[in-house]
């Protein structure tokens, strides 16, 4: 057995570590192991040598302490993270998850990444995703989809799949993905892990590739909920380099977890809107008896409405492809890796280049490139922005009387691979649940309420309202107490 299944968080490494039990080095081989014998495709690049350097310095510095950790100073000490492929680390292959970036290496680290490893943790690799971010079953990735991790059959949800896949069979500790429209949470729903989307502006993404630049962000993905809040803390907070970038402190979720958490001054909404009669029923019931539990806890219930639900997700994607033309109109096939051959003109290069990007991406451009347009740009691009704000405004109104927003993630738990081929709305849909928080900038999270007959991860999503990250990670923090005692 190995053994980095026997630790199920941060706090459990490093108390291994002061005991003499492992090494960071030692950890970090075994993880390495892990990833290498894996048929799961969480991966798209090792690091090996980044990794391995890392952990021998790591466990040179617990030699010097004498087995005792700086945690004030570095909180994520020897601990094994992946980060999703579309957020640089400096001399590593940054693929995108696409064939066009295939020899792209990253000039530089994001901010999110520095700010991790300054903290203590190790980079294993690079981590499996939707091409460009586009998809939410990770079939999308030009090289191999990621796998389930306990139902090989059955697709670990995207874009961040990689990064879903690996925290929950144990390929690394934390793990990085990104969040437009669900891409955190929908995976982790599917996968049965812990994913926060944070506030927009609340993580730098300075070093992410963009897709949708008013709406991506970067958050943890974690076994369980403590352990994201040491992740949110080490990466949160104001960064120059990005001008999204909120000027405030990082966050303190971590310290906030500490306090008392008493369900009966929470109240919170449900909007009928997430209820829908094509909601799949054992889905309905785990969400159902979650809500019962917690107004058993005396926590306030209420119905509310988002009367904007219906158009969420049309504004979403038209907004959304928008972006993404503007976004990928820098990826040539000369800069980023770009391959040069003999060409007759540079159209026929740029036809050539163009040729590597998948399906779903030439799509969202051309869609992109059309609502833009002179004569469309009015009828779609505009009108959506204003359904944006007025989706906001039923948030801001919802939020004046409650804390919390409470639904599923997905209408389904994950389904077969290639199920959705000839299918090629639902794979929109699977975002009807997801996409209001990035269209209003709230942070939201998915957490693990139950499980289907099948042995499926049931997520239940919950929102509040802008910068309230601290206060959300405290309510999951709670409710994950009652799951693990319910052992639901």
Same mark, same amino acid.
């Given at each position: 057995?190995?053994?980095?299944?026997?630790?199920?968080?941060?706090?459990?490494?490093?108390?291994?570590?002061?005991?003499?039990?492992?090494?960071?080095?030692?950890?970090? =081989?075994?993880?390495?192991?892990?990833?290498?014998?894996?048929?799961?495709?969480?991966?798209?690049?090792?690091?090996?040598?980044?990794?391995?350097?890392?952990?021998?310095?790591?466990?040179?510095?617990?030699?010097?302490?004498?087995?005792?950790?700086?945690?004030?100073?570095?909180?994520?000490?020897?601990?094994?993270?992946?980060?999703?492929?579309?957020?640089?680390?400096?001399?590593?292959?940054?693929?995108?998850?696409?064939?066009?970036?295939?020899?792209?290496?990253?000039?530089?680290?994001?901010?999110?990444?520095?700010?991790?490893?300054?903290?203590?943790?190790?980079? $294993?690799?690079?981590?499996?995703?939707?091409?460009?971010?586009?998809?939410?079953?990770?079939?999308?990735?030009?090289?191999?989809?990621?796998?389930?991790?306990?139902?090989?059959?059955?697709?670990?949800?995207?874009?961040?799949?990689?990064?879903?896949?690996?925290?929950?069979?144990?390929?690394?500790?934390?793990?990085?993905?990104?969040?437009?429209?669900?891409?955190?949470?929908?995976?982790?729903?599917?996968?049965?892990?812990?994913?926060?989307?944070?506030?927009?502006?609340?993580?730098?993404?300075?070093?992410?590739?963009?897709?949708?630049?008013?709406?991506?962000?970067?958050?943890?993905?974690?076994?369980?909920?403590?352990?994201?809040?040491?992740?949110?803390?080490?990466?949160?907070?104001?960064?120059?380099? *990005?001008?999204?970038?909120?000027?405030?402190?990082?966050? =303190?979720?971590?310290?906030?977890?500490?306090?008392?958490?008493?369900?009966?001054?929470?109240?919170?909404?449900?909007?009928?809107?997430?209820?829908?009669?094509?909601?799949?029923?054992?889905?309905?019931?785990?969400?159902?008896?979650?809500?019962?539990?917690?107004?058993?806890?005396?926590?306030?219930?209420?119905?509310?409405?988002?009367?904007?639900?219906?158009?969420?997700?049309?504004?979403?994607?038209?907004?959304?492809?928008?972006?993404?033309?503007?976004?990928?109109?820098?990826?040539?096939?000369?800069?980023?890796?770009?391959?040069?051959?003999?060409?007759?003109?540079?159209?026929?290069?740029? =036809?050539?280049?163009?040729?590597?990007?998948?399906?779903?991406?030439?799509?969202?451009?051309?869609?992109?490139?059309?609502?833009?347009?002179?004569?469309?740009?009015?009828?779609?691009?505009?009108?959506?922005?204003?359904?944006?704000?007025?989706?906001?405004?039923?948030?801001?109104?919802?939020?004046?009387?409650?804390?919390?927003?409470?639904?599923?993630?997905?209408?389904?738990?994950?389904?077969?691979?290639?199920?959705?081929?000839?299918?090629?709305?639902?794979?929109?849909?699977?975002?009807?649940?997801?996409?209001?928080?990035?269209?209003?900038?709230?942070?939201?999270?998915?957490?693990?309420?139950?499980?289907?007959?099948?042995?499926?991860?049931?997520?239940?999503?919950?929102?509040?309202?802008?910068?309230?990250?601290?206060?959300?990670?405290?309510?999951?923090?709670?409710?994950?107490?009652?799951?693990?005692? *319910?052992? $639901?």
């Amino acid at each position: 057995m190995s053994i980095s299944v026997h630790f199920s968080s941060i706090t459990k490494i490093h108390q291994a570590y002061e005991r003499g039990e492992i090494s960071p080095l030692e950890l970090t =081989q075994e993880y390495l192991k892990e990833i290498k014998s894996s048929q799961l495709g969480a991966y798209l690049e090792i690091c090996e040598n980044r990794a391995l350097d890392q952990a021998k310095q790591a466990t040179r510095l617990l030699e010097g302490q004498k087995g005792k950790i700086p945690l004030d100073q570095m909180p994520l000490f020897g601990i094994p993270m992946g980060v999703k492929d579309l957020i640089l680390v400096e001399g590593v292959r940054n693929t995108c998850g696409s064939k066009l970036m295939e020899n792209y290496i990253a000039p530089y680290t994001a901010t999110a990444v520095q700010l991790l490893e300054s903290k203590g943790a190790i980079t $294993l690799g690079k981590l499996n995703l939707d091409e460009f971010g586009m998809g939410s079953s990770n079939e999308n990735s030009a090289f191999y989809p990621a796998r389930h991790p306990t139902h090989q059959d059955r697709v670990a949800g995207g874009s961040s799949g990689g990064s879903a896949a690996a925290v929950k069979a144990r390929l690394c500790m934390v793990s990085l993905g990104t969040d437009t429209g669900g891409s955190i949470r929908l995976p982790a729903s599917y996968c049965g892990i812990f994913g926060l989307k944070p506030s927009y502006g609340r993580v730098s993404r300075y070093g992410q590739v963009a897709y949708a630049s008013s709406m991506d962000q970067i958050g943890p993905m974690t076994q369980c909920v403590e352990d994201a809040a040491i992740v949110l803390d080490a990466i949160s907070g104001w960064d120059p380099k *990005d001008i999204t970038s909120l000027r405030l402190p990082s966050t =303190q979720s971590l310290l906030a977890l500490r306090k008392k958490w008493d369900w009966k001054d929470i109240k919170i909404g449900v909007p009928q809107e997430f209820f829908p009669e094509t909601l799949d029923n054992e889905v309905r019931a785990s969400l159902q008896k979650s809500m019962q539990w917690l107004e058993s806890q005396g926590a306030c219930l209420k119905k509310v409405s988002l009367p904007h639900a219906p158009y969420v997700v049309a504004a979403y994607y038209v907004i959304a492809m928008s972006e993404a033309s503007s976004n990928l109109a820098r990826f040539d096939g000369i800069r980023y890796g770009g391959q040069y051959s003999e060409m007759k003109s540079l159209e026929e290069f740029y =036809q050539k280049a163009r040729s590597k990007l998948g399906s779903e991406v030439k799509q969202r451009i051309m869609l992109g490139n059309f609502v833009l347009s002179h004569e469309y740009s009015q009828a779609f691009f505009e009108r959506a922005c204003r359904v944006r704000r007025k989706i906001k405004q039923d948030f801001e109104q919802i939020f004046q009387s409650v804390d919390f927003i409470i639904g599923p993630v997905c209408p389904t738990t994950a389904h077969f691979l290639e199920e959705a081929k000839d299918e090629p709305l639902k794979k929109y849909s699977d975002d009807t649940f997801t996409t209001p928080a990035n269209l209003a900038g709230l942070p939201a999270m998915s957490i693990t309420c139950g499980k289907d007959q099948q042995g499926l991860p049931i997520g239940m999503q919950w929102i509040a309202p802008a910068l309230s990250d601290e206060k959300l990670i405290c309510a999951a923090h709670a409710f994950e107490k009652r799951r693990l005692n *319910d052992a $639901l």
